[in-house]
Each structure stands twice: as C-alpha cells, then as structure tokens.
C-alpha cells in the first residue's frame, strides 16, 4: 500500500513556474514508478510525465523542454518543476505511483498505476 500527498500546486500568471511535490509512504518507495497526471474541469485525465525505477523519465510531448520531474528516494517524494507556464496547463496535478510497468507504453497511461493522490490545483492566469 502506499499513500500520495500532493503539494505545491497555486496560481501562476503565464509564463511563471511551480513545483509540484508528491510525498509518498511505504518502505518500497524506490520500487516504484512515479508519474504525473492532470485532469482539468469538463476534460479527460491527461500523462504528463513519469519516472521509472532507474530515473529513466518520459514526458508528454507538450511537456517536454517545460517541465522536468525527478525523485528523491531518500525523502519518498518526487518532483514536478513546471517552467513556462500556459493557461492551457490549469489542472487539477494528481500524482500517481505503480508497482509495475510492464511495457515502455504503460508509463503514459493511468490505468497502468496503483495509487494516486487526491491532486493539487495549479490555475494559470493570462
């Protein structure tokens, strides 16, 4: 079992940044691959990024170059460093872990993960 506890998320004017942070429990944490998504209002769950067991990372195509996620093992949490921050990027952020990924293309989908977060809202003004 383990347990996610997003922070971090606000509002922003375009173009300004926010870090996400997902505190995880459980002694297994290193086990894990981390991922990111988001939902906004009326709107389906969205991948943005994820981090495999060996810091591998993999980022939705309008992510990359904007946003970077990586994780402190020793703290159980992982970060989501958003830069250039769009309107388009309102969301609810919801954190997510799996236990196993069993192919590359499961990174990119929620259903392939375990446990999630209750989210954090990031609302970006333009």
């Known amino acids: 079992q383990v347990q996610l506890v997003e922070s971090g998320g606000g509002l922003v004017q375009a173009g300004g940044s926010l870090r996400l942070s997902c505190a995880a429990s459980?002694?297994?944490?290193?086990?894990?691959?981390m991922g990111w998504f988001r939902q906004a209002p009326g709107k389906e769950r969205e991948f943005v990024a994820a981090i495999a067991r060996n810091r591998n990372t993999y980022y939705a195509d309008s992510m990359k170059g904007r946003f970077t996620i990586s994780r402190d093992n020793a703290k159980n949490t992982v970060y989501l460093q958003m830069n250039s921050l769009k309107a388009e990027d309102t969301a609810v952020y919801y954190c997510?872990?799996?236990?196993?990924?069993?192919?590359?293309?499961?990174?990119?989908?929620?259903?392939?993960?375990?446990?999630w977060g209750q989210g954090t809202q990031v609302t970006v003004s333009s």
């Open positions: 997510a872990a799996a236990f196993k990924i069993e192919s590359s293309l499961a990174f990119y989908s929620g259903g392939h993960y375990d446990y």
């Open positions: 459980g002694r297994t944490f290193s086990s894990y691959t």
